[in-house]
């Protein structure tokens, strides 16, 4: 496919069934994550792929946060226990920070960004569906230390993966000069 209409053609998609990558199919995925641009090649990304039964226990992870909310309602203690069974398929994105003279944090979070955007990209250019979720699940020190993340390391979001269901929504038509400007 063409990398440019790969790019304008890609949509997020909320229903996500099986089949999701293969082996192969996923190496070439972090591969191309791996290639996001990085100041001083400090490596911030990583990913921890569930699948199967890491899917029931990201689940249980889920619900037990649910329940250290204070006065939290059972709907939504269910919601998030159900949360990760909306895919075959789950990469949590984690950034990992290292201390630089000339790189702060926020760069390192952004590089993991473009890493997201690169496994998105590559994911619809393999014929994969997949969303990026975020949400209190992210940025969250009480799942980072479930998932024996360290002190330093931050959940920047989930990305959902698998075939889509359905039809491709349609995707919205912007006018760039609204976003654009020359100097
Ligand atoms: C950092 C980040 C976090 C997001 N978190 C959520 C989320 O928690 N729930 C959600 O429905 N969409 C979330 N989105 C938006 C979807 O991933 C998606 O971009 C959006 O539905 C627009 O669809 P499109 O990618 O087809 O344009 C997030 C996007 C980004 C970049």
Same mark, same amino acid.
């Given at each position: 496919m $063409?990398?440019? *209409?790969?790019?304008?053609?890609r949509?997020?998609?909320r229903?996500?069934k099986?089949p999701?990558?293969?082996?192969?199919?996923?190496?070439? !995925?972090?591969? +191309? +994550?791996l290639?996001?641009? $990085? @100041?001083?090649?400090?490596?911030?990304?990583?990913?921890i792929? !569930?699948? %199967? *039964? %890491?899917?029931?226990?990201?689940?249980?992870i889920f619900?037990?946060? +649910?329940?250290?909310?204070p006065?939290?309602k /059972?709907e939504?203690?269910?919601?998030?226990?159900?949360?990760?069974?909306?895919?075959?398929?789950?990469?949590? #994105? !984690?950034?990992?920070?290292?201390? @630089?003279?000339?790189?702060?944090?926020?760069?390192q979070?952004?590089s993991t960004?473009?890493?997201?955007?690169?496994?998105?990209?590559?994911?619809?250019? #393999?014929?994969?569906? +997949?969303i990026?979720? =975020?949400?209190?699940?992210?940025f969250?020190?009480?799942?980072?230390?479930?998932?024996?993340? =360290? *002190?330093?390391?931050?959940? #920047?979001?989930y990305?959902?993966? %698998?075939?889509?269901?359905?039809?491709?929504?349609?995707i919205?038509e #912007? $006018?760039?000069? /609204?976003?654009?400007?020359?100097l």
């Open positions: $063409d990398a440019i *209409d790969n790019i304008l053609n949509v997020s998609a229903l996500l099986e999701y990558p293969s082996n192969e199919e996923m190496n070439k !995925v972090y591969k +191309a +994550a290639r996001a641009p $990085d @100041h001083a090649w400090l490596r911030p990304s990583s990913f792929q !569930v699948t %199967g *039964d %890491g899917i029931k226990e990201l689940s249980k619900e037990e946060y +649910a329940k250290t909310i006065n939290i /059972d939504i203690i269910t919601k998030y226990k159900n949360a990760p069974f909306r895919a075959p398929m789950i990469i949590i #994105l !984690v950034s990992t920070f290292k201390d @630089h003279p000339k790189v702060p944090g926020i760069e979070k952004l960004a473009a890493s997201a955007q690169n496994i998105l990209l590559s994911l619809s250019a #393999l014929g994969y569906s +997949a990026w979720r =975020t949400g209190k699940l992210a969250n020190p009480y799942i980072a230390s479930k998932l024996n993340l =360290t *002190d330093n390391q931050e959940i #920047l979001g990305i959902y993966v %698998g075939t889509a269901e359905g039809t491709n929504k349609k919205p #912007l $006018d760039i000069n /609204d976003y654009i400007s020359y």
